[in-house]
């Protein structure tokens, strides 16, 4: 199973490559600067619908999406990470460390080895852009960097319903995965980059698709990220 995931995530990695790689050699070949579309971060509660709602505007945009599983593996396989910094030119590719350097000095991390790894792993990301992040504190990682950060919330009872449906439980199993989860992942941002997932202030735009509903949700983010940025070039 392992292996099967890591195969996945290594194609994942090497078309996104590829993809930017000939969106830098067309802007090259133009004489342009090579144009990088801003990420787009997903924070979600479990249930919310947020998982689905990045797989929708990543098909919607033509992006690729790299949810906690890809870049936990990106972080932990060198090899797969190189081939993300491979595509990038020059200047990108110079940048990096430099804004590691200036993210480390800004003593958000611990010195445990993941972090930095991971922090790396969604810097190249951005520097590459054209992708949508899901989870793993992301939107604190680029704070203050061209992207659009998303929140999605919805009620307890909305929650449970949708973690019983997709997973084939009992409410009573649901309820415990969706509490679990709320720890766990306050925990990660709380340990790792010290702050808080619920503070408002890290996201531009937290919303309810409960409420607002999924194909909704989805237009509201695509229409407002494309009056921000522009349409991706081709």
Do not use: C
């Not at 690729?64 to 990108?92: C, N, P, W």
């Amino acid at each position: 199973m392992k292996g099967e995931r890591h195969e996945l995530v290594n194609q994942q990695v090497i078309r996104y490559a590829l993809e930017r790689q000939a969106a830098i050699g067309r802007a090259n070949r133009e004489g342009k600067a090579p144009a990088v579309r801003p990420v787009i971060t997903v924070s979600r509660q479990l249930g919310s619908g947020g998982t689905a709602i990045a797989e929708a505007l990543a098909q919607r945009l033509g992006y690729q999406l790299f949810d906690r599983e890809i870049i936990d593996t990106v972080a932990q396989e060198s090899g797969v990470h190189r081939q993300i910094v491979d595509a990038l030119d020059e200047k990108m590719r110079s940048g990096i460390e430099q804004w590691m350097d200036g993210v480390l000095h800004r003593r958000i991390f611990t010195a445990e080895e993941f972090i930095p790894a991971l922090a790396r792993v969604l810097i190249t990301v951005a520097r590459a852009g054209s992708a949508v992040i899901v989870g793993r504190g992301a939107n604190f990682i680029l704070a203050g960097e061209p992207a659009l950060h998303l929140r999605m919330v919805a009620g307890l009872e909305y929650r449970i319903g949708r973690v019983m449906r997709h997973l084939g439980v009992g409410r009573e199993e649901a309820e415990t995965r969706v509490h679990a989860a709320d720890r766990e992942r306050q925990r990660f941002i709380e340990k790792y980059l010290h702050r808080e997932i619920d503070d408002p202030t890290a996201y531009h735009l937290i919303l309810n698709p409960e409420g607002l509903g999924h194909e909704r949700t989805v237009d509201l983010v695509h229409t407002l990220y494309r009056e921000i940025h522009g349409s991706e070039p081709r």
